[in-house]
Structures are given as C-alpha cells and as structure tokens.
C-alpha cells in the first residue's frame, strides 16, 4: 500500500526559507513525474513545481526563481527547497504524481508565511 508522508511545514516570517519533504513507500517512485501542490484555504489546489522522472524541472510563474525542486529516487523522496518566503505562500503543501495523481494524497504540511 502506497503512503505518501509530506512534512517541513512551519510558521516562517516574510523573506524566510523553509524545505519540504515528500516520503512515499510502498510504491514504485522512479518512474513517475512528482509535482509539489498547494491549497490555500477557500481555494483550489494549484501546482507549485514538478520534476520529471530524469530530473528535468517546471515551476509556476507565482514561485519561479524562488523555490526549487529535487528528487532522491534512492530515498523515493522529492524535496521542496522555498526562499524568499511571501504571505501569499500560506497554505497547505502537498505532492504527488504530475497530473494523473496515481499515489494516495497524504495530510500535506502547512506552511504560514507571517510577521
């Protein structure tokens, strides 16, 4: 059985950096593309990052040359490494499969950015 366990999440002030980790057991995680999403509350869940299975990179224009994507196939962990952290950041940090969302969504950790 697949488990996806995110976790790094924290109250960080303006300008601030945080890194996200994402752990999945249980599946195969190699061969699969990962995206970082997030959740603002009253909002839909948005795309942050997300990193092929070769190691190639995409990020959304809201986060591009802030934030960057990782991935440890060795470790089936993909990381997400934030700086220059802003209010408009807040939210609930999730991962999964790019687009097809095959694994189950884990808790997702929370990242409030605030002075």
């Known amino acids: 059985q697949v488990r996806v366990v995110e976790s790094g999440g924290d109250l960080v002030q303006p300008g601030g950096s945080l890194r996200l980790s994402c752990a999945v057991s249980?599946?195969?995680?190699?061969?699969?593309?990962m995206g970082w999403y997030r959740q603002a509350p009253g909002q839909q869940r948005e795309l942050v990052a997300h990193?092929?299975?070769?190691?190639?990179?995409n990020y959304a224009d809201s986060v591009k040359g802030r934030f960057t994507i990782s991935r440890d196939n060795a470790k089936t962990t993909v990381y997400l490494q934030m700086n220059s952290l802003k209010p408009e950041d807040t939210a609930v940090y999730y991962c999964?499969?790019?687009?097809?969302?095959?694994?189950?969504w884990g808790q997702g950790t929370q990242v409030t950015v605030s002075s």
């Open positions: 999964n499969t790019f687009v097809s969302f095959v694994f189950p």
């Open positions: 249980g599946g195969i995680f190699s061969i699969y593309a």
């Open positions: 990193i092929s299975s070769g190691g190639s990179t």
